[in-house]
């Protein structure tokens, strides 16, 4: 396997936008089931949380199915592959349906979490040992709703003329190893007015 090289990470000094209050659960209007455009997993947003689920079913045949698992058995199996994703085999005659089951949770209100709203947008703060911020947003647009992070480190550059950025260097590498960000409330609204939206999920339910 080829390894990738990780991109530099975008951390926030405080949690966005600044100064606002906390929002105690996700407004209403939010709440509900999403479908991903790019690959049908369920994403689900109830009054504390967002979490995402993916489903996913195959047919090979019996005995490529037991060698894949370097087992044998007779009947239909469950296996738990990880905390989050489990795989159940039903076993048909001669050949055997595969169904994957994962489940991922995005965002908890709790102590470590911060929930703010400002010009249309939700503002998913994740707080981190060395005392800075991760920072998503969403924005829901009719049915169409976008969840994507607030800066990413690909739009770096291209906002360095509206916000300060602090790029720390990594000694070794001597790449950057992480960018650091405090914008003002009328920086921070220009970096929202930069965003292009992508709306990844439709709401169904």
Same mark, same amino acid.
């Given at each position: 396997?080829?390894?990738?090289?990780?991109?530099?990470?975008?951390?926030?000094?405080?949690?966005?936008?600044?100064?606002?209050?906390?929002?105690?659960?996700?407004?209403?209007?939010?709440?509900?089931?999403? @479908?991903? &455009?790019? $690959?049908?997993? =369920?994403?689900?947003? +109830?009054?504390?949380?967002?979490?995402?689920?993916?489903? %996913?079913? /195959?047919?090979?045949?019996?005995?490529?199915?037991?060698?894949?698992?370097?087992? @044998?058995? &007779?009947? $239909?199996?469950? =296996?738990?592959?990880? +905390?989050?994703?489990?795989?159940?085999?039903?076993?048909? %005659?001669? /050949?055997?349906?595969?169904?994957?089951?994962?489940?991922?949770?995005?965002?908890?209100?709790?102590?470590?979490?911060?929930?703010?709203?400002?010009?249309?947008?939700?503002?998913?703060?994740?707080?981190?040992?060395?005392?800075?911020?991760?920072?998503?947003?969403?924005?829901?647009?009719?049915?169409?709703?976008?969840?994507?992070?607030?800066?990413?480190?690909?739009?770096?550059?291209?906002?360095?003329?509206?916000?300060?950025?602090?790029?720390?260097?990594?000694?070794?590498?001597?790449?950057?190893?992480?960018?650091?960000?405090?914008?003002?409330?009328?920086?921070?609204?220009?970096?929202?007015?930069?965003?292009?939206?992508?709306?990844?999920?439709?709401?169904?339910?």
């Amino acid at each position: 396997m080829i390894g990738c090289t990780p991109k530099p990470e975008v951390r926030f000094l405080e949690p966005q936008p600044r100064n606002k209050h906390d929002l105690k659960e996700f407004p209403r209007e939010y709440q509900g089931q999403y @479908i991903s &455009k790019s $690959d049908s997993s =369920i994403l689900t947003i +109830d009054s504390k949380m967002i979490y995402q689920e993916w489903i %996913g079913f /195959s047919k090979v045949s019996d005995v490529e199915m037991q060698n894949e698992l370097d087992t @044998i058995y &007779k009947e $239909d199996i469950e =296996i738990e592959i990880s +905390d989050n994703w489990t795989m159940t085999v039903d076993v048909e %005659g001669d /050949s055997a349906t595969i169904e994957t089951y994962g489940i991922d949770t995005l965002f908890l209100l709790s102590e470590n979490t911060k929930l703010r709203k400002f010009k249309g947008y939700l503002f998913l703060n994740y707080s981190s040992s060395d005392s800075t911020w991760r920072v998503k947003i969403l924005k829901l647009d009719d049915n169409l709703l976008d969840f994507e992070k607030l800066v990413s480190s690909s739009e770096i550059d291209t906002l360095r003329e509206v916000t300060s950025i602090i790029t720390v260097i990594d000694t070794v590498t001597n790449k950057p190893d992480h960018h650091d960000l405090k914008p003002k409330r009328r920086e921070l609204k220009a970096i929202l007015e930069r965003k292009v939206s992508d709306s990844g999920f439709i709401k169904i339910k």
